[in-house]
């Protein structure tokens, strides 16, 4: 009884917040700009410039993620070592209580012409760097904002292997290589995928940090809808590229989530 | 089960407990006739003329700022708010009208608007100005560093196309002024609804790539003031702010025609203070107060009487008070319906989306 009484509380939370949004969502990309019912939203949005734009924002989501989890698993690996893991999972941690506007605002500062990294190249003796603008910028930028999401679950999955396991895999003769890919790689491999599926989806919408750090030379989907939102008030539009976000989400998250359903403590954020 | 309980018992406590806190933090006054809520943008008043105001009608001043005309749009349109002035842009008063936001003035209650020059009255987005009065006025133009652009005649808008300014100069974040760039150098008319010539300007605009180092917001007065570019794009009033903060920068109209904006006043149907409301834009149009603001606010006066007071130097400063000739080229963005304004933003996109 007490048991679906604490139920009404989610329930009501999922309508009023998941269900009836998402319903909007749906509902609004099928009308036009003054109102009127059409399908004209989602032919536009296998038009040229969208297609190419979901192209970009899906190349660059690629390469954030990619580059987050690169430097995350080895880190992960380095803090299951440490004796204060929790002070050291703390300190990468830390920034997210920052603001994220104000963390890109410092980055413009650092990356302008006259910002600390030229400052540091032309006394070490390299040619003046152009950074800012440039999508080196907002690589570094986006991956720098991402990895406390992508350390988090993969950290919890590489904790949560015995170092038994690893003791084992040695005294059975494998080497650090074959215990890296053969032990670890898989028993953390559910950590792994939630940490794609936390930074993947949302790098595909970064319309700040794209303005902000790129001056709009990179444009993602999170741009053109703003832009349809604020600027245009096309809401139909606006919502039917979010439609197409949620599309590629339930993508990536069929994609990530096959055959792990053996996993136990691990994995979770 | 009884944890349960009281644990719920302990998160209704803690809610009811903060919903009485706000009371404190914002306190609601109720004392009707005697509050008058403003809401305008940031840094765009002078605080001592508020206090000035208080003292003389014995009105106290709520006043509350926003930072876009469409965040403002949201907040008095969804109600809950009720703002007595505000100060939208030209562009976003036609908006306002027409899904009757506004509330008409009543005229002879602001015996002050003789002091408006008549090239600002009468506007085609307010005509008869019968729900709005100009603040403050301006243009879009060049600002550029001269001595790093040394050469180089900004007093045509084809200059932003040379060589020599690539990968520097920025541009404000919008369409209007971007593609207005692309229609002014051509000889178009800001307000061109012709989708060919639209696509001409907008192929034109391409060509200028190289020389963009980027599409930036407000952070562009940040920007400049650190010389991260040689030129930028940008609206009369950001480039005095921006040339109070470096004083190496210059700014300059091109010929050829420019944007002509206002700021106006106007005050929404929600309003619970309407005496209050005309009370404070007869206020500002004072003559004495209108230039005291428009030497803290930096801005182009549309306030004759005002400007008559105001040091002969800036009077005279022709970058932000264009003489009359130039005056005749600058155009009013009109609101060209949904339709147009969609094309305008898909252009605008598509020349993002080729920068490189």
């Known amino acids: 009884m007490m048991r679906r009484l604490l139920f009404i509380p989610y329930l009501i939370w999922i309508v009023l917040f998941v269900v009836a949004p998402l319903g909007l969502m749906v509902g609004y990309s099928f009308f036009d700009i003054s109102g009127n019912p059409t399908l004209a939203n989602y032919g536009a949005f296998f038009s040229s410039e969208y297609f190419e734009m979901t192209l970009s924002s899906f190349w660059y989501a690629f390469l954030i993620t990619l580059f987050s989890l690169l430097i995350s698993y080895p880190l992960a690996l380095a803090i299951r070592q440490t004796k204060h893991k929790m002070f050291w999972l703390l300190l990468i941690i830390l920034p997210t209580w920052i603001n994220l506007l104000l963390k890109t605002y410092a980055f413009i500062g650092m990356f302008g012409k006259e910002g600390l990294v030229n400052a540091v190249a032309t006394a070490l003796g390299f040619a003046e760097q152009q950074l800012l603008f440039s999508d080196i910028a907002f690589i570094i930028v986006s991956v720098y904002i991402f990895i406390p999401f992508m350390l988090l679950p993969i950290f919890n999955a590489v904790d949560g292997i015995e170092n038994n396991l690893l003791s084992a895999a040695r005294d059975l003769g494998a080497s650090k290589w074959d215990v890296l890919m053969r032990v670890l790689m898989p028993l953390s491999l559910p950590g792994i995928k939630t940490g794609i599926q936390i930074v993947f989806i949302p790098s595909l919408s970064l319309f700040m940090i794209t303005r902000l750090i790129t001056g709009n030379k990179v444009i993602t989907l999170g741009t053109a809808i703003e832009q349809q939102f604020l600027t245009t008030e096309n809401w139909g539009m606006g919502s039917t590229i979010g439609v197409f976000l949620i599309l590629a989400m339930m993508l990536v998250m069929t994609v990530t989530s096959g055959r792990n359903k053996e996993t136990g403590r691990v994995g979770r954020l | ?356």
């Not at chain 2, 300007?201 to 200028?208: D, G, I, N, R």
């Not at chain 2, 904006?261 to 005496?275: G, L, S, Y």
């Open chain 2, 1 to 356: 089960m009884k944890s349960t309980v009281s644990m719920i018992l302990a998160a209704v406590g803690i809610g009811a407990l903060i919903l009485f806190g706000t009371r404190f933090v914002n306190p609601v006054p109720n004392e009707e006739g005697n509050v008058l809520h403003v809401y305008n943008w940031g840094e765009y008043i002078d605080p001592d003329l508020l206090a000035k105001f208080e003292e003389e009608t014995g009105i106290r001043v709520i006043y509350e700022t926003f930072d876009s005309n469409e965040a403002m749009k949201v907040k008095v349109n969804q109600g809950g708010t009720n703002y007595d002035v505000v100060f939208p842009s030209e562009y976003m008063v036609e908006k306002m009208v027409v899904e009757d936001l506004l509330m008409p003035l009543d005229h002879e209650q602001i015996p002050n608007m003789k002091n408006i020059g008549d090239n600002f009255l009468d506007q085609p987005f307010d005509p008869g100005n019968t729900y709005s009065l100009p603040y403050f006025w301006g243009t879009v133009g060049v600002l550029y560093h001269p001595e790093t652009t040394e050469g180089l005649d900004f007093s045509d808008w084809d200059t932003l196309w040379d060589d020599r300014l690539e990968n520097d100069i920025l541009m404000v974040d919008g369409a209007r002024e971007v593609m207005g760039v692309g229609l002014n150098s051509m000889g178009h008319s800001l307000n061109e609804t012709n989708e060919e010539v639209l696509q001409e300007a907008e192929e034109k605009l391409e060509a200028l790539g190289p020389n963009v180092r980027g599409i930036v917001g407000d952070e562009i007065a940040a920007m400049m003031e650190v010389n991260e570019a040689k030129a930028a794009v940008v609206w009369s009033g950001m480039a005095q702010d921006i040339m109070w903060e470096n004083e190496a920068l210059d700014f300059t109209v091109p010929e050829g025609g420019s944007n002509l904006w206002f700021d106006t006043m106007v005050i929404p149907r929600t309003a619970q203070n309407v005496e209050g409301a005309h009370q404070f834009m007869n206020f500002l149009l004072d003559p004495e107060n209108g230039a005291q603001n428009t030497e803290w606010v930096g801005y182009a006066t549309p306030n004759e009487a005002a400007y008559q007071l105001l040091d002969k130097e800036i009077r005279q400063d022709e970058r932000f008070y264009p003489d009359q000739e130039q005056q005749e080229e600058l155009e009013v963005y009109r609101n060209l319906g949904p339709e147009m304004i969609s094309l305008y933003n898909e252009l605008f996109l598509r020349f993002k989306m080729a920068l490189e």
